[in-house]
């Protein structure tokens, strides 16, 4: 019985966490999504509409570290369902911004919340499954991820015909909140459990390390085990997320160029995160067989191909067979790493060694989406597609230092 008590408080984590996955995920891919419209209502240029990824990324990175250590103290359960609300709260508020420092505003504390969800989630799922099954669960929560990004960005497109673009923020955002606020009555109890462990972790007696405070022993308060490893990961997946939020904040940009039309927009941005999620579900289940590194390696080359023909593809038939598959290797390689950090972390401390990751990631994806705005201002968008592709050459060599462990 107590066997299968734990299973099914597992089943309920993991499945908890793919909606708030759903639901973070949905909201990042549909402001991609919204930018255009936005940039259309408030008469902004290519740089002003990366700004507002930028601080929307940003935001995320400020939150993350905190959102680690606050995991530890006052519970994984807390900080996802108040992160949920607040970047609720964040989007929603975007039905008011009637001028550009108040969309700033709204997507900075939408990115506040947002913060949240990625190093305490996975956090939590890779302490809550263990051995193989912590792969196969972070796998599946990195799919319902991109469910998120294929359902809203849908979702957001159809609402934009009938509501206008700030309508379809004031309801998504809705939903968001009435996730979190269901998610945390569900488990009133569970909360209270996992403050008492916080405290009574804060008041076990730190043991001094043997050898000093080195550097080894700080990265290990941050749960890094294998720091040279570690810093690998960390560098492929900055430069991985960072090319992939630059091209998704531009591929609406690029797909009205073309001649799609506004509620087409959001089918095609859709197209691509599904394939997005099969990538990320698929890709990481040949890890013990091919390895981290060649999993990245055909991913990324996969990646810079789609990039370099992207932008000839125009409006036709062959576009829509040609998004998924550009999706499947524009996401795939993030569950290969984010299965290959599992052993690199300390089991007690995931949350932090997550939250530093994804940290390092988001800065990327903060500075990724207006340094790409000023290249299409100043070059046009083809170029700034063919930049992206060619800032994807840079990955290839470093996998070569992967090691398994």
């Not at 996730?179 to 008041?203: A, C, H, P, W």
């Not at 091209?247 to 087409?264: C, P, Q, S, Y």
Request: aromatic content about 10%; charged content about 10%.
């Amino acid at each position: 019985m107590m066997k299968n008590s734990s299973s099914d408080n597992s089943r309920k984590h993991l499945w908890w966490c793919n909606l708030h996955h759903i639901v973070n995920d949905g909201y990042v891919a549909s402001l991609s999504l919204l930018l255009p419209f936005i940039a259309v209502d408030l008469g902004l240029d290519y740089t002003a509409s990366g700004l507002l990824k930028t601080i929307h990324y940003g935001a995320i990175c400020v939150a993350q570290l905190p959102a680690g250590f606050l995991a530890e103290r006052l519970g994984a359960i807390l900080l996802l369902g108040s992160g949920t609300i607040i970047f609720g709260l964040g989007y929603a508020a975007l039905l008011v911004a009637f001028s550009f420092p108040i969309a700033l505003l709204a997507v900075f504390g939408a990115g506040i919340g947002g913060g949240v969800y990625h190093p305490v989630g996975t956090g939590l799922i890779a302490d809550t499954f263990t051995g193989e099954k912590s792969g196969k669960a972070i796998g599946t929560l990195n799919f319902f991820g991109d469910v998120g990004k294929v359902v809203f960005p849908a979702a957001t497109g159809i609402m934009i015909g009938f509501v206008g673009w700030r309508g379809s923020c004031g309801l998504l955002g809705c939903a968001g909140i009435a996730v979190g606020i269901i998610y945390l009555i569900s488990f009133g109890k569970d909360i209270k459990i996992q403050k008492l462990r916080g405290r009574k972790q804060d008041d076990k007696p730190g043991i001094p390390p043997q050898g000093g405070l080195g550097l080894g022993h700080r990265l290990q308060k941050w749960g890094i085990a294998h720091p040279g490893q570690f810093g690998l990961y960390a560098l492929i997946g900055s430069l991985d997320t960072g090319i992939r939020s630059a091209v998704m904040a531009f591929l609406g940009f690029l797909l009205i160029r073309d001649g799609i039309t506004e509620t087409n927009v959001g089918w095609c941005i859709s197209l691509t995160f599904l394939g997005g999620a099969m990538g990320k579900l698929i890709c990481g289940m040949p890890m013990r067989k091919l390895g981290a590194a060649r999993l990245i390696i055909l991913t990324e080359t996969l990646m810079i191909l789609g990039c370099l023909a992207l932008p000839h593809i125009g409006n036709n038939q062959a576009l829509f067979i040609f998004l998924p598959l550009f999706g499947f290797v524009l996401n795939g390689t993030s569950s290969v790493l984010y299965i290959g950090l599992v052993p690199i972390f300390t089991p007690t401390r995931r949350s932090r060694g997550y939250a530093m990751y994804y940290t390092l990631n988001f800065i990327a994806s903060a500075f990724a989406p207006i340094i790409f705005g000023l290249t299409g201002d100043k070059w046009g968008l083809d170029i700034a597609f063919y930049t992206a592709g060619g800032a994807m050459l840079l990955i290839l060599p470093l996998t070569a230092f992967l090691r398994k462990i």
